[in-house]
């Protein structure tokens, strides 16, 4: 069945769209500014630093404007804090690793500082939780008090639920928790921490360009980068782009003139089109063929919506011969030879940047190269099949519950996906604590309540409203499936995990979704005792 027009909705891009105050959650995209990177790459420098701040607080920025003063006073400080913690990003400078600070939380964090003279070792990542929440955590029967007759409401459908305290891991809620269920756009969580999990943060993705047989003959390699530009008008922000690669690979043949244009896309395997995703995909502006050579997402053009290209890499290739001034026709598909003069290479951002920017877009084309990755860090085959294999295997290594669980691709795309909102919940506040501080970069992507990303006309009616800023998320949608999963402060400061998983709404989405909104709004309005 093919999924509504909009599935998931991807996140709107202007900048101009609404901040909420200051002592709620910031905007879900980083805004990250790569700092100069490596020889081969690009990058800007950093805009701010972040210096030592104590255990992990953020200090009290005071009264904010707005709905500010319509939260109780008990819970500010909490929120704020986590809000600071959840949105901090970490990217690779030459160096080592800086961490920024986005939008409000520069203020919060205090005044810029001026990036290290010298290299130093890269600080850890930060976990989401650096220090105790100050809240008491709810209890199971408070919880149910509060949400089971909505979750229990005929609209939604077949809804599974699971609410889990993050500090401490707990379960505090569960309906049908354990039961496998189509999960649609939330499987990009999963996708996210598996690649963060296997490549690490810091992670690039290098196109390179590799000498032919031949005198002006190059070979143009790719890495499997959904976010290759053309050049500065490229659909992602700070891409590598194929005009200075281009500069790079004239300057290093000489005099020798370009002849042709061999592509190699080999890195990837595989089907090109998802398991049950429709047949007009390339046409749909939701996503496209995968490969591994794309500019811009493998997009005709870098807006958007805009159709797909059927054959990504051969289209990506013309696009650089164009560059080097050589006709269409001087484009085929190629290998170099092994041992070839390597003539110019450009880097992707980092790993956590391409998360975010897949969770933040709900963009599926960037997923499926991010599960690709998981495969290629296992030694697995990069398809379909063998990144969502991966992907459960790293899941199960991380000890997260992965009884009953389905994968058939990265995105989800696809209805035979099948997850568990146990899973969601455990996987959360696994990416929230210290064992493992570089999945904490799976939230920097989510959404909003009210503000942002695909929740940025959510939470604006009269029963919502208040839980605007407070709630944190990843939506779902696909034909008679609507979810939202995420975390939520509640009324006294605590941090929750929540996964909201409808199957079967018969109401569709004009029911579904209110009511999913209402269960999240319920947990942030209460401290459930």
Known sequence: MRPPARPDRPAPVSPSAPRPPARQFPPSAAQVSPAAGPARGRGRAPAH??????????????????????????????????SATTVLALVTTAAGLVVFKPGPVRDWLGEPQPPPAAAKPPP?????????????????????????????????????????????????????????????????????????????????????VLAGSEPGEVVLVGAGDPTLAVDKKGAYDDAARLDELAAEVRKQLGDVAPTRVLVDSSVFTGDSIGPGWPSDTANSGYAGHISGLMVNGGRIHPQQRSPRSTQPDLAAGRRFAALLGLPADAVRAGAAA?????????????????????????????????????????????????????????????????????????????????????LMTSLLALAAGDEHPALSGVFTGLAVAGYSGTLHDRFVGDTT???????RGKTGTLNGVSALTGVVVDA???????SLIANNAPGGLGAAEPLLDRVAARLAACGCR
Not at 175 to 196: H, Q, Y
Not at 378 to 386: H, I, K, M, N
Not at 465 to 471: D, E, N, R, T, Y
């Open 338 to 422: 092994d041992g070839a003069e390597e003539l110019g290479a450009v880097e992707s951002p980092p790993m956590l940047r391409l998360v975010e920017i897949m969770i933040t877009r709900s963009d599926n084309v960037v997923a499926e190269a991010l599960a690709r990755q998981v495969a290629l860090a296992r030694q697995a085959e990069p398809s379909f099949a063998g990144g969502a294999e991966a992907t459960i295997d790293v899941l199960g290594e991380l000890g997260l519950p992965t009884d009953g669980i389905q994968l058939s691709d990265g995105s989800g795309l696809s209805r035979d996906n099948r997850l568990t909102t146990s």
């Open 49 to 82: 630093a972040l210096g030592a701040t104590g255990p992990g607080r953020a200090p009290d920025p005071g009264p904010a404007p707005g709905r500010a003063s319509e939260r109780p006073p008990r819970r500010r400080r909490t929120a704020i804090w986590v």
């Open 465 to 471: 409203s208040a839980a605007a800023g407070l709630v």
């Open 492 to 498: 006294d400061g605590r941090l929750l995990a929540f």
């Open 124 to 208: 850890p990542p930060r976990p989401v939780l650096a220090a105790a929440t100050s809240g008491e955590a709810p209890t199971s029967d408070g919880i149910a008090a509060e949400i089971d007759a909505l979750v229990r409401d005929s609209r939604v459908g077949d809804l599974s639920v699971s609410v889990a305290d993050v500090e401490t891991g707990d379960q505090l809620y569960a309906r049908d928790a354990g039961a496998p269920v189509i999960p649609a756009s939330v499987t990009k969580l999963v996708t996210g921490v598996a690649v963060l999990a296997a490549r690490g943060p810091t992670h690039r993705l290098t196109t390179r």
